[in-house]
């Protein structure tokens, strides 16, 4: 069966070190991987976009990899800071002609002052 | 530019009454979804819409579940009736018309929905 999985425990950081999650999935042949932060009470708000040809994404202290020999993407998020204290979910496409996404349950970051 | 709105934000009934939500999308996203999200889970599709179209409503429970999107723009979700294991969040998003796997969705926050 298709399964995507994150960190299956919260990561609690300093402040200023750098949070690394991971998102492995199996059964999937993505096209595409997004990552997605969300707030308590609210949605998810999207972060980045990679594609499969693509190893490695940035944006400002945000970073992903993705390796579709490993079958597995990487979130990281340098410098971090008490405000990038969220939950963060990755999504992605099953390559179906269905044209939707599917989400990890998430992994919950707390950065400490 | 305004994000997407959703009414109500808490929503409590008991169980057998009926609910329905309320889903206002970015201006000019003709792609409309309706989710689901358990607490400590992902969103899961219930239904996605292109335009009026329900296109994608495999995962919707349809002998309590209903949805449309007249005229493509706003969207409503009626559960009737709700049991106990409705309760959960209920999310909207939109995006552009185009392959959704690789388009941003941008999210309301959802309706919570807690059924006694």
């Known amino acids: 069966s298709q399964k995507i999985e994150q960190n299956s425990e919260a990561l609690n950081i300093q402040e200023g070190k750098t949070a690394t999650l991971t998102c492995n999935y199996t059964n999937y042949s993505p096209a595409y991987l997004q990552w997605y932060r969300q707030d308590p009470g609210r949605g998810p708000v999207f972060l980045l976009l990679?594609?499969?040809?693509?190893k490695e994404k940035r944006k400002e202290r945000l970073k992903v990899t993705f390796d579709t020999t490993l079958k597995q993407s990487l979130f990281h998020i340098t410098a971090s800071q008490p405000a990038d204290s969220a939950t963060y979910l990755c999504a992605l496409d099953p390559r179906s002609n269905d044209y939707k996404l599917s989400f990890g349950a998430g992994t919950t970051v707390t950065v400490r002052a | 530019e305004a994000g997407v709105v959703q009414s109500p934000r808490y929503k409590i009934i008991e169980k057998k009454q009926p609910v329905a939500f309320w889903c206002n999308p970015i201006?000019?996203?003709?792609?409309l979804y309706w989710y689901l999200q358990n607490l400590g889970q992902g969103p899961e599709l219930l239904i996605r819409?292109?335009?009026?179209?329900?296109?994608?409503d495999s995962q919707l429970p349809k002998d309590r579940f209903s949805a449309e999107r007249l005229k493509g723009v706003d969207s409503t979700l009626k559960i009737q009736p709700a049991e106990l294991g409705d309760s959960a969040v209920y999310l909207c998003a939109s995006s552009l018309r185009r392959r959704s796997s690789n388009q941003p969705q941008h999210f309301g926050d959802g309706t919570r929905l807690s059924i006694l």
């Open positions: 819409y292109e335009n009026e179209e329900a296109v994608d």
């Open positions: 990679i594609r499969e040809n693509e």
């Open positions: 201006s000019g996203h003709n792609t």
